[in-house]
């Protein structure tokens, strides 16, 4: 059994214990930064669900946390976007670990169009790079992406994060939703053993989650190539989203040699209202950890500051402020960041603006919800002219 799971399964019950009273937090065990700042004495964070990379990497992180400063964390998992994403609104969490929910809320799409929120002013805190492809029992007679058309492909309700990288990928191979048969899946984490069961023909997931490595060892597992070289097929995997990228690993699940996958940022993030000083010395803490927990999970090293993604434009969502103190103290910013961010600033102050004049449109020309919602993109469209 991989190192990966055997940390997953034992991490969870201490991570529930930081949520008792932690006798070894103190002012002067707290204090993060130079000029006495202090990371906070208790944190709620909002993550994927526990059988998921995601969740080993964020119990990683705070465990670390935990043993160094004596804050406790409490983590919230939630397998749909929508449940990673309410802590937050809700002002319930500081902080998440969260997929490309970030994105569509910062852009009021998917769900949280639906869901009337209107663009909100979310932050990325730390970016770290996670892989993400399709697997098939060892067994299985398909060789690649193409083949996959007609056959069964889990979708995650309610998970759009997921899907559209589902999505994406069957894009890479000329692919789309109306090509194959939808199988909803209710656990993102649970598709392992639905492979395995045979109750779907590939699974859509991070090669480093813990569930996967449980599926290898109990039926074997491979993984479907994507050739970063592959010019044309990734075209037409941005025509479905154009914020994914090549990814090399080898140290997945059933993975023996390099595998090609599919890349993309899996971000901290929060809201724009978020203490200074709480994120600041978050993101330090998380820096100064990280040789002790570098080796936690097989993708940890994707959180060294020379392999995260640094530039806001890469993200699409501009970072904190008390992140931003901490890159210019350690020399991590540059001038092109900045621009980067500032521009994604004025973006969501333009979103905010045609938010609003949609609204008003809708509502005097008593428009449908899909009317409405179609109105809402051609409007926003124009940003990206």
């Not at 040789?291 to 392999?307: L, V």
Request: one cysteine or more; hydrophobic letters at 40%.
């Amino acid at each position: 059994m991989s190192k990966s799971y055997l940390f997953l399964t034992g991490i969870v019950g201490l991570v529930l214990l930081t949520s008792c009273d932690n006798p070894r937090a103190s002012p002067e065990t707290l204090a993060v930064g130079a000029a006495g700042e202090q990371i906070p004495e208790a944190m709620v964070w909002s993550v994927y669900d526990i059988n998921s990379g995601g969740y080993a990497e964020a119990a990683a992180v705070a465990n670390e946390m935990t043993e160094e400063y004596g804050t406790q964390i409490r983590m919230l998992p939630s397998s749909s976007g929508v449940g990673r994403m309410m802590p937050l609104y809700n002002r319930d969490a500081l902080l998440g670990k969260i997929g490309d929910e970030v994105k569509f809320s910062f852009e009021a799409t998917e769900e949280f169009f639906d869901l009337g929120w209107g663009p909100q002013p979310m932050r990325t805190i730390w970016a770290p790079i996670s892989p993400f492809g399709f697997a098939v029992r060892e067994n299985s007679p398909i060789q690649s992406i193409e083949e996959v058309e007609g056959l069964r492909v889990p979708m995650i309700p309610g998970n759009n994060s997921v899907n559209i990288k589902t999505e994406a990928i069957l894009g890479f191979g000329g692919l789309s939703r109306e090509d194959v048969e939808i199988v909803d899946i209710n656990s993102y984490g649970g598709q392992g053993e639905a492979l395995i069961q045979g109750e779907i023909d590939v699974a859509s997931i991070n090669p480093l989650a813990g569930g996967m490595f449980e599926a290898d060892s109990l039926g074997g597992i491979r993984w479907l190539q994507m050739p970063g070289d592959d010019e044309e097929r990734w075209a037409q995997s941005a025509e479905v989203a154009d914020w994914f990228f090549p990814r090399e690993l080898d140290n997945g699940a059933g993975m023996d040699g390099m595998n090609e996958v599919l890349g993309h940022g899996y971000v901290f993030a929060t809201y724009e209202e978020a203490s200074t000083e709480a994120i600041y010395t978050f993101t330090k803490a998380l820096i100064e950890q990280y040789e002790n927990y570098e080796n936690a999970t097989s993708n940890m090293w994707t959180y060294h500051p020379d392999e995260v993604i640094m530039n806001p434009a890469d993200t699409g969502v501009p970072f904190h402020e008390g992140s931003i103190q901490f890159f210019e103290e350690a020399g991590l910013w540059s001038e092109e960041y900045e621009e980067a961010n500032n521009n994604l600033l004025e973006r969501e102050e333009q979103l905010n603006e045609i938010w609003e004049e949609a609204k008003q449109v809708a509502e005097a020309e008593n428009l449908t919800i899909e009317e409405h919602e179609q109105l809402w993109l051609e409007m926003k469209a124009v940003l990206d002219e």
